[in-house]
Every structure is written in C-alpha cells, then in structure tokens.
C-alpha cells in the first residue's frame, strides 16, 4: 500500500511537519514519492522516484516553507507499474483553466476503460488511467468548473464504478478544495483554535500549533494512517467521500 | 527580456554548469524562474515566483545532479502578467499521452486567438495562451504523436503566426526531441568529442568536460546569449526553427 497525505486550510500553511511524519514511512514505501501545493491557481510539484527518505527534493521540501492552501503528497510503493518518474504520484492535468492533482492508494482491477477524451495516461499506472478517465467524465459532464457541490454530485456518481474495481483511497483537487474518497484506509483530522501540541507517531518530533497559528486559522489534514498521537483522527468509511473547503469537510 | 535554456543531449546529462550560468543573470530576472527536466517520458519541474539568486528550490538544481536527455529552464522577467505561480515558465500539458514543455522568451501583441480546443491557459501571460494555441493546433493537424520531421514541418506553418505578433523566441520539447525558435536573441552549441573546458562568462566557474563525459557523449545547448566564453555558440536567425535530436541538430 502507498501513503497519502492531503492537507486543505483557511490560510496558507506549510507542511512541514506532517510531510515529515509521511516521509519516516518511506522506507516500505521506497518507490518515488511526490507532492503537489497550490499556490493561487499555479501548482508547484515535486516528484522523486527516490525514497522521500534519502531524497534531496524530499529533503527540500522538510525544511523549505511552501505555504499553501492545498497539498497532495504520495509516497509509492509499486503495485502496477515500473518504478519511473512517469508513474509517480500526484498527477496533474489542466482543464477549463484551472490544474487538477490526483493522487490514489490502492489497486484496481481490470479497470481500463476507453479513453476518447483529451486526456490519456503518460505511464502504465492503473491510477494514472483512472485519473485520465475521471477527468474525461468531468468534461463531459460540466461546461465549465462546476461550483463544488456540483463536482461532488458528480464523484458521487463516478467514484462507486472505480471502487467497484479495487481499493480506491483517493485525493484529488482543483485548487478550490480537497476532495477525498475512503476505500481501505483513510483518515482525516481539523486542527483549529485552541491550538495545542501534536507529536509525530513514528518520529521523535513535537510542535506546538498554538505558538504557530492565529486563532481564525483551520487545516484538515487527511492521512492514510493517522500521523500524530493523542489527536482525534476520524476514519473514513468504506466508499465515502468528503470534500474539504477552507480547513473543514463541508 | 526572459532568459531561456535548453539541453538535448544523447545520454542523460545534468546541467548543473549551465544552469548556474543562467541563474547568475537572475538579478535582473527577479519574478521567477523554472525547469523542466524529462526522464524517459516522466517530467519534473520546479518552478518558483523567487528569483533564481535566492530560492533554495534553485539551489538544489544547482547542486543535486538530475541526469536528463531534454531540459527546458526560464528566468523571468515580468512582461505580462502578474508574478504568480501560474505564469512562471515552462508550461506543461499532456497530448497523446506523453507531457509537452513550452517557454518562450518575448512579448506577443495582440495575440489572444479564440482557444476553442482542449487547452486553456491557468495562468495571464501571452506565453500559456501562445503554448495553447500550438497545442491546439498540434492536436488538430494530427492523430496522434507525429515523427520528429513530421511535427518540424506543422510548426513551421504555426510558429510565422505566432512571430508575426511580436518577439518569439522559444524553446519546445516532447521528450523526444528539443525545438527552438529564434526570433530576436538565441544562441546554440553543440558539445561533442574532443570535450575540452569551459567556463561561465558571469561566474568564475569552469568545467574541464573531457572528464566527465565519454568518446560518444554529444550536447546541444540553447540559450538565450552565450553562457560560456571561447566555445563557437552561433546565433539563431529571426524566424529560424531548428530541432535537436540526441544532441545535435537535425
């Protein structure tokens, strides 16, 4: 299984540490990893075919603070497909004007429906050929970016016949917000005022929220496994969805 | 006026020397800079709204050899549009199922042609709605991905259009080949057996290339004004469309 990691706030913010926390998992999940921060409508993404344990871009994005509304990151270990910078995690293709990142967790199979749209897979990953699909029915279906509860209806309607294939953990956002689809394992967590300290699960790392955030300051932060001790994380449920607007489901 | 780089090369190269030759001119190019690096079909990019002096996402293409057969980098210098994420070069889009870098180095007037097709700029600048426009094009005039020559042959029809607009120098690559456009300042060499040294006219910086290179290794390299003194770097004519392949030009 890869690790997901998705991050939707009210206010730029890093994610230092919680990319932190993913990264000291890298090492069963040592097949690339990638990560993808909007910034306005623009997206920065870095991709590595490297474990984000010993990768210099992982370890660029440690310690450089990207400030960002919202953030995919995936780290890969491969179930279908080669080990090459074209299968990794998060994907990105543009319609209507605006970036679309797409990052999944599973497996599915004997899901390779036909492509007659404008977007075809790079690589060989079935995540890569659902991605392609799932934006070819999101042009079908709109003319142009649909408000977010519209593209929800829609993933409503889309995602059951992905999951229907195989595990289907799945982030996926237009810069607008965050929208996260549970299959297997998946988690999600609101972190807002008061603010207190949380400590990384798997690493010997403590921050204290209070002394970096204002109190109008909200971020959800969905994980695959839950990052931190002794914060209330909340499991998905099998084939649900939740969208993420501002630091909180809606 | 921006600051263009390419790399074609036969053998995946870094282009550690180059682009530290280009990031040196980035104080007067202060809105921005990006690269774009293809490894087999897969492309990472970094792209940042900080100049290329100082943000540390330059700093580690300075220094973390990335090994790639097609390079396209940019410096910015804010003609139009906003410095913003979304308008830093190069610009990517998929078609056919393989990733397109585009970054052009001029000021287009009046050019806005109504992009009915599958591509729309994210961003404001002249230069992602010209890239949309070729890709447009590009996907009009074939089924699918066209012969090096093939595709040489529909740029030369679409690119005089875009130049009659205004300054287009540009540089194009599939992953499979590198094309540049000169319009008013562009420059290329070719770097083959015997290597010999060189060094950055703006920075005291040389590189013995015979040591790092083999007998078969051949380099093209495209940039706006010559990165390195005593090497035969020869001017583009305005209008001129050449195509590097495997490191020379064809």
């Avoid at 990560?35 to 991709?47: D, S």
């Avoid at 984000?52 to 603070?65: D, F, G, H, I, N």
């Avoid at 990151?73 to 797409?102: C, D, M, S």
């Avoid at 799932?134 to 209806?153: F, N, S, T, W």
Wanted: aromatic fraction near 10%.
């Amino acid at each position: 299984m890869c690790q997901l990691l998705g991050m939707n706030a009210n206010t730029p913010t890093d994610v230092m540490f919680s990319f932190t926390g993913l990264a000291t998992r890298a090492d069963e999940h040592k097949d690339g990893f990638g990560i993808g921060f909007f910034e306005g409508k623009g997206v920065r993404l870095f991709v590595d075919e490297h474990s984000a344990r010993q990768s210099p871009v992982a370890e660029l994005v440690k310690t450089y603070p990207i400030h960002s509304n919202q953030v995919i990151a995936h780290i890969r270990k491969a179930t279908q497909g080669r080990v090459a910078l074209e299968n990794t995690h998060p994907f990105v293709r543009e319609l209507w004007g605006r970036y679309w990142v797409f990052a999944h967790n599973g497996d599915l199979k004997d899901f390779r429906p036909r492509l007659h749209g404008q977007f075809r897979p790079v690589g060989d990953t079935d995540s890569e050929h659902a991605f392609c699909w799932i934006m070819q029915e999101l042009a079908k279906a709109h003319a142009g970016v649909p408000a977010i509860d519209e593209l929800g209806c829609t993933l409503r309607e889309l995602l059951p016949q992905l999951h229907r294939h195989g595990t289907f953990n799945m982030l996926l956002s237009n810069g607008e917000a965050l929208w996260a689809h549970g299959s297997t394992k998946l988690h999600w967590l609101v972190r807002q005022h008061p603010f207190g300290a949380a400590s990384l699960r798997d690493e010997d790392v403590t921050v204290n929220f209070a002394s970096v955030t204002t109190p109008r300051d909200r971020v959800a932060v969905i994980a695959t496994e839950p990052l931190t001790a002794h914060e209330p994380w909340q499991a998905f449920a099998p084939g649900e969805l939740r969208v993420f607007v501002d630091g909180a489901p809606r």
